[in-house]
């Protein structure tokens, strides 16, 4: 193959005319242009190749001889190609004779290292700075430069393409190559483009695997008294499951121990008594309001209205001891009444000393059948009589049966 040197040097020596010269833009290989254009006076014939994510791409056309001058701004070089290289893969080639330019940066290394025998490799170091042009020099001097030893690197085979990296749904695989066949050595160029290619795959949907709802709410307990169970449920809809994956693992409702009041013939279950914490006045018809309790089994009892109200249907005792105060304007006396619902069931009452000012004490104690959700409490049947002594004072009761 002629040396392009030669060419280059005889464009120089004889001049630039009009030419014409191959025409093409981003095209991927330099022998697939068809198509031509005429240069004016003062313009060369040029091809220039760059690497792009989607491979080398080449661009021919007309140039201004001005552009095919080397743009090192140091030491001369070969007259018509740049060394300027924006990529490691960029090449810029000017000739000068009519469709020259599709053999432009298609250099290969010679087989054997032997310098061009029609190019003198001397004379044009001196002057041109060839083997300061390597990817020049190696094709037309590479033993004069000392370029015997350059390896260009080139691309191994693609590897197989991978699996695809998901094992249902869309997803990607990939293959990769190596700069191995042969590996650069000794300043030579590393080959250019992409290492690795990936590309997407799709494979059968994914099955949805169920998940479990939040729990319910408890549900009511299964007995009315004493001991049941209740339960709380959940759905397998968080998501539900589909196309084939798996339905929740686990129960789909839980029981637990309830406990109420207990059933009748249990009357241990159901009892109270409370005390006064502050000593108090009460006037006529007023509920004393034992506020301090100290058992209360069954919840029966109010604090805060002096009421019990019957957990269940039963028979009951009932009792209270109240210590007083009464001045000479009751007449030294003090009644109470023990009430079921509206309705007195039950006056005691006691007075002091004749004549003086006093205290005295007022107990007891009565059995009441009540029907569940009735309602027993202390009234006083006189105004101004002061209950004093709390720890002496109080009200209680119990569920017989």
Not at 9 to 38: K, R, V
Not at 208 to 216: F, K, N, Q
Not at 242 to 252: E, K, P, R, S, V
Request: proline content about 3%.
């Amino acid at each position: 193959m002629r040396s392009i040197f030669a060419i280059i040097l005889l464009g120089l020596i004889h001049g630039t005319g009009a030419l014409e010269c191959y025409n093409c833009q981003n095209i991927e290989t330099p022998s697939a242009c068809n198509q031509s254009q005429l240069c004016t006076v003062g313009q060369s014939c040029f091809l220039e190749a760059t690497d792009t994510a989607h491979g080398v791409l080449y661009q021919m056309g007309c140039l201004s001889n001005a552009m095919c001058t080397i743009q090192d701004t140091n030491a001369p070089g070969i007259v018509g190609r740049s060394i300027i290289q924006r990529q490691q893969t960029s090449c810029h080639e000017c000739c000068s004779k009519s469709m020259c330019n599709d053999q432009l940066c298609a250099h290969s290394k010679p087989t054997a290292c032997v310098d061009a025998e029609t190019f003198d490799c001397a004379q044009a170091n001196t002057l041109f700075s060839i083997c300061k042009d390597v990817q020049h020099a190696k094709v037309a001097c590479p033993r004069f430069c000392g370029l015997c030893n350059l390896v260009d690197g080139n691309w191994a085979a693609w590897s197989h393409w991978s699996p695809c990296d998901v094992t249902c749904g869309n997803g990607s695989n990939t293959r990769t190559r190596t700069c191995t066949d042969p590996a650069p050595a000794n300043g030579g160029l590393n080959c250019t483009g992409a290492d690795k290619q990936n590309r997407d795959c799709m494979l059968d949907k994914c099955p949805v695997h169920g998940g479990w709802s939040d729990w319910s709410s408890w549900g009511a307990c299964s007995a009315t008294c004493d001991v049941g169970l209740e339960r709380r449920d959940r759905t397998c809809t968080n998501p539900k499951p589909d196309l084939f994956g798996d339905h929740c693992f686990g129960d789909n409702h839980e029981d637990r121990v309830c406990r109420n009041t207990s059933c009748a013939g249990d009357g241990a279950r159901i009892a109270f008594s409370a005390l006064l914490s502050t000593s108090q006045t009460r006037s006529s018809g007023q509920t004393i309001v034992f506020d301090r309790i100290t058992v209360n089994h069954g919840n029966g009892y109010s604090s805060s209205t002096g009421q019990f109200t019957a957990p269940q249907a039963g028979t009951y005792q009932f009792g209270f001891s109240i210590m007083f105060y009464a001045p000479l304007s009751t007449d030294n006396e003090c009644g109470f009444f023990l009430m079921k619902g509206s309705t007195q069931v039950l006056r005691s009452w006691s007075d002091t000393h004749s004549g003086k000012n006093g205290y005295s004490q007022s107990s007891v104690s009565y059995i009441i059948d009540l029907v569940k959700g009735g309602t027993v409490y202390v009234t006083s049947d006189r105004d101004g009589c002061y209950l004093y002594s709390p720890d002496l004072t109080f009200f209680s009761g119990v569920l017989l049966f």
